[in-house]
């Protein structure tokens, strides 16, 4: 059992630097978990904390219910990958593996099969009396996570590992990553800025912002319902639209206006149920997607294309309003024209307008 | 708050650094506080005993021709030699820094005298400086530049020149490392813009490489001063404080007043004087060097 | 620098080389002396190159006078203070470099600061010392001396290489289950190599070289250092035997130039890198 339990961790470095401020999270045994966030937010020092590379300064850790706060690197069952690899550069492909079991004590005799099978796991039977210096990016990142697998242990924590690779690889990597852990079958927790790799290969994500943690969903939970402003403009790409306006009447039902736009909230709509009174600033979220083109009186502006291929993201101008929308590669637009915009309601999400930024509604 | 795991790394830490700690103490700090403590007594060398003279080794000192004598033989081997080996390295640099035939090989034999013994120098300077025999002597009157053999060490100010200039040829190859690492590390770019401007060679000197020299300069001058100052093997060594005590520094009136006049309290008296001098001249230096980068 | 062409280069090399053989002149005198035989050596006029060569006064040096003892103890001094040094420094510099703890930054600075004592400051005291201690003229007296002036310069440049080894790699071999000293020995310490040569060469040279202590703390005849000994056959002499004592500089500089040709590729990496900087 090897569920991972952050109890009120706090991490304040010398100096008065909050990394991380009272974190409560729970991680599930086998589970792959990302932590996701823009640099500074203190994913990195978590995941050290439960490495043992840093000390909380105050709260506790526990793994499978064993409290492991004091305990050295050495002591826990935990496997790193670090962003720059970390290879030890004077041993061999084969001696990087090895090293890991001659510190466990695991004796001689096994030794040997242990490292044959990882070699062959991961390709690298070929590379293994190869010093780190002659591999490619590529190879030295599967050198450490071999080290990291040969020891089979509880947990995996992979910090960036993928930050270094080409993009191309990178896809490839990931693919490899996911099947790797479904087939170990280990707590996986993984540390990373970049939100495509977070979507793609986790069970649950945690977001983090300047130490606090945001949000701790399924990718597709984050998704469709951002806990609060952050998240909401952190995950998505393009970005999702923000907009400041307030609530009011519109077409004889509550909605959501601003100078330029009024969008009547339909009914069952998630806000409804929590919707603050009218007059009441708000912030609305519209995702590019729920932004589409429709025949009609044009109300917007296109001003900038950018033709991705399969579909082209282009900017808009609704009277003073910027807004940014998904558009399919068959309908062509040209710079200046002019063209009626429909935001699709029912996914408009809604947060309060306060530093918290919390989503109105479930 | 430190958890127990910082705390013992804390205490690792400190016992890796214990022993530096340890032989310090006992080699440096104890005898640093020891010479001051020595220093007044009266201790007779052979049998290491003495008697409370208090402050009376400083003022007997301070009254007699021969600390002063001690301190001016000292400042003016330091400032000659000194002088030379900073013009000497910085000269030395720039012309191992162009290209020429078999570079490595002309640095190595540039730089050669800083690393033989004092000894080995002093050994070969005497015998280049022996009025009979030397060649120096020779070539200089082949040359007809003088015509009576020089004696070198025997008489002043022959005694102090001889020493300044094998002081320079000792310490220079330091001034070159130095300095040449810092050349190395100056952008073509910089001289491209100023030949572009129109700056010949000499105003390319003075004003890109010097200014980037200065840092190192600063660093290199004090450094050099300051072994320069202490310098006791190569003086006691080529002239022995001769003739009489003309060439007699600091450092040798101390190893005299210990061994010959076999008054170890008064020697450490010397020495810490010596120190004092030394403080002041530093604490000046970095004031004004203080005071330079403000401007 | 302007670009010379092939002449210029030419006219250059000769002038810097012209410079460069003054300056290398006296020891160039020193070999060429060493191998006169004795005779012509008093010769008026004196002759630059030697007429004769001859390898007598080497052999008298090595078979006829102690200078082969003076070696040995120069060997057991050098080579013993090298590796106390080596061994004192790594791990302190490791503490400085990778530990954090209360009045770290200040031993640093104390340390770097006591490489400004003036030696002779401190003859006195240590004889003393080395008196009470009980080991007074012995080779060890000047062993501990050395290794304690040799031991700022080798923390400075140690601690400086060990800072440029990244962390992660500490960091990774914890987490593989290193002990926090068994990582310095696995991963620290070969990374580190290369200042530990230099180090060791720079410790030898200061070691092989110095005079002062070695005649202040070792009066012993049969325990003399090459650079204490060899003045002594100087003074001792009834008459001053210059291609003995040539031939003797010439041995004892030999083991520096191989010292030296190991440590030219180091040198001006090591200052330009990270030590006289602005």
Redesign the interface.
Known sequence: MSHVVFDGVRKVFTGGAVAVEGLDLQIRDQEFISLLGPSGCGKTTTLRML???E????GRIRVGGRDI??????KRN???V?Q?Y?????MSVEGNIE??LR??GVPKAERGALIARTLELLDLTALKERKPRQLSGGQQQRVALG?AIV?DPEIF?LDEPLSNLDAKLRAHMRAELIELQRRLGRTMIYVTHDQLEAMTMSHRIAIMNKGVLQQLDTPDAIYRRPANLFVAGFVGAPAMNLLHGEIASVDSGAGFVTRDLAIPLPPGHAALAALPVTGTRVRAGIRPEDVRCVPGEPNARVTIIEPTGHESIVFFRWGETALVARVDGETRLTAGEKVRLEIRAQNLHLFAEDEAGRRIGS | MTSPLDRRNHLLGAMLIAPTILIFCAVIVYPLVSALYLSLFRIATPTLTGAWVGFSNYTELLGSGIFWRGLRANLVWTAGTLVLQIVFGVLAALMLHQNMLFRSLARALILFPYFISTVVAVLVWRWLFNDLYGILNHLLLLAGLIDMPVDWLGSMPNAMISLVLVGAWKYFPFVVIAVLARLQTIPETLYEAASIDGAGPLARFWDVTLPQLRSVLVIVILLRAIWDFKEFDLIFLLTGGGPIDSTQTLPLLVYQEAFSMQDMGRASAVAVLMMAVMLVFMTAYFRSYGRQEES | MSRRGPLGFALYSLFAWSIVALVAFPLLWMVVTSLKPQNELFRRPPTILPQIVTFEHYVKLILETPFPIYFRNSVILAIGTSFAVIVVATLGAHSLARFAYPGRRFLAQLVLFTYLLPSVVLIIPLYMLMVWLGIANTLFSLMLAYTSFALPFALWLLRSFMASIPDDLEHAALVDGASRMEAFFDVILPQALPGIISTSLFTFILAWNEYLYALVLLNRDAWRPLTTGVINMLTSAFNIEWSLLMAASVMMSVPLIVVFAFLQKHLTQGFGAGGVKG
């Open positions: 490495a043992g590379l000390q909380p300064s105050s706060t004091d305990l050295p690197p050495a935990v496997a790193m670090f720059s970390a290879l030890y550069p004077h090293y890991p510190k466990r080290r020891r924590l």
